[in-house]
């Protein structure tokens, strides 16, 4: 590209990167709740976004490498469907402990979302509670630990993880789920 033609297109170019950075996709504002119907979860899935965003290839490669998902789909995921870096995480998360595959659980939440990931989960069998379920939140931790971040755990995983620091409960009052 010449000189002349880049400068001609500078202006163009940096309007659309001024508009791109001055309007966050919707899960990057506070309302962001995938409602998964375990507050721990909740929390990371969170963070997941924060980190996602700031780090895309490190988070893709994670979801590629270690949820069986086409790097296509994961893309597609999150750049051209715009999901929540939490969203494209659980869905593959899920696709892995149910058996199916990532593009099945994209479309069940794609066509069932209002509910949110508790009502998706419910109709793949991976309840609350449920070994499934556990499965699930114990492959959190060596994602955390890939990606060189720390991890707080619950209760329920402590006996899997004594070693590491806990979580505090989230508080009753509100029913607010815990910020890390």
């Known amino acids: 590209m010449t000189a002349r033609r880049l400068a001609r297109r500078l202006p163009r170019l940096l309007s659309i990167l001024l508009l791109?950075?001055?309007?966050p996709p919707a899960w990057a504002q506070d309302d962001w709740n995938p409602r998964s119907g375990?507050?721990?979860?909740?929390a990371w899935l969170g963070d997941m976004n924060r980190y996602g965003a700031s780090y895309p290839d490190?988070?893709?490669?994670?979801?590629?490498?270690y949820?069986?998902?086409?790097?296509?789909?994961v893309r597609e995921l999150l750049l051209d469907r715009e999901w929540a870096p939490g969203d494209v995480y659980y869905a593959c998360a899920l696709a892995s402990?149910?058996?199916?595959?990532c593009r099945h659980v994209a479309d069940l939440w794609a066509r069932d979302h209002a509910q949110g990931w508790g009502a998706v989960a419910h109709e793949l069998g991976v309840d609350p509670g449920s070994p499934a379920f556990q499965r699930l939140k114990k492959g959190f931790v060596p994602s955390y630990d890939r990606w060189g971040r720390p991890i707080l755990v619950d209760e329920?995983?402590?006996?899997?993880y004594p070693d590491r620091k806990r979580m505090p409960p989230p508080p009753v009052e509100d029913g607010a789920t815990p910020v890390p």
């Open 38 to 42: 375990d507050a721990w979860v909740d």
């Open 20 to 23: 791109a950075t001055a309007i």
């Open 97 to 101: 402990v149910s058996g199916r595959p």
């Open 156 to 160: 329920s995983l402590a006996g899997d």
């Open 58 to 65: 490190a988070f893709i490669d994670e979801i590629v490498r």
């Open 67 to 73: 949820h069986d998902t086409p790097r296509s789909l």
